[in-house]
């Protein structure tokens, strides 16, 4: 039996010519429910619909937008950062 939660994120990569990649466009349903800390990244675009839970420490960054739709929540005492910037995964 697991103690952590299944994960949906669906991915796009891509290739620059110096092979590196990055997620294009990222979808995230997953709910992030306690003591969890992720950075999440895409050269392009987040979209979230998913729950900040209570001590969690999230940071969503993409290249151009963000968006949090309808069901994005975070609960009291969870972190939440949203940065519009370049992609640093290798």
């Given at each position: 039996m697991s103690d952590h939660y299944p994960m949906t994120i669906d991915l796009i990569m891509t290739f620059d010519q110096c092979g590196n990649s990055c997620i294009q466009n990222l979808v995230i349903t997953q709910d992030f429910v306690n003591n969890e800390i992720e950075t999440l990244e895409a050269?392009?675009?987040?979209?979230?619909?998913?729950?900040?839970?209570?001590?969690?420490?999230?940071?969503?960054?993409?290249?151009?937008?963000?968006?949090?739709?309808?069901?994005?929540?975070?609960?009291?005492?969870?972190?939440?950062?949203?940065?519009?910037?370049?992609?640093?995964?290798?």
């Open positions: 050269n392009q675009t987040i979209q979230a619909d998913n729950l900040i839970g209570i001590t969690s420490d999230i940071i969503y960054k993409a290249g151009q937008s963000i968006e949090l739709n309808s069901g994005f929540e975070i609960l009291l005492n969870g972190i939440f950062e949203a940065l519009i910037g370049d992609c640093s995964s290798p």
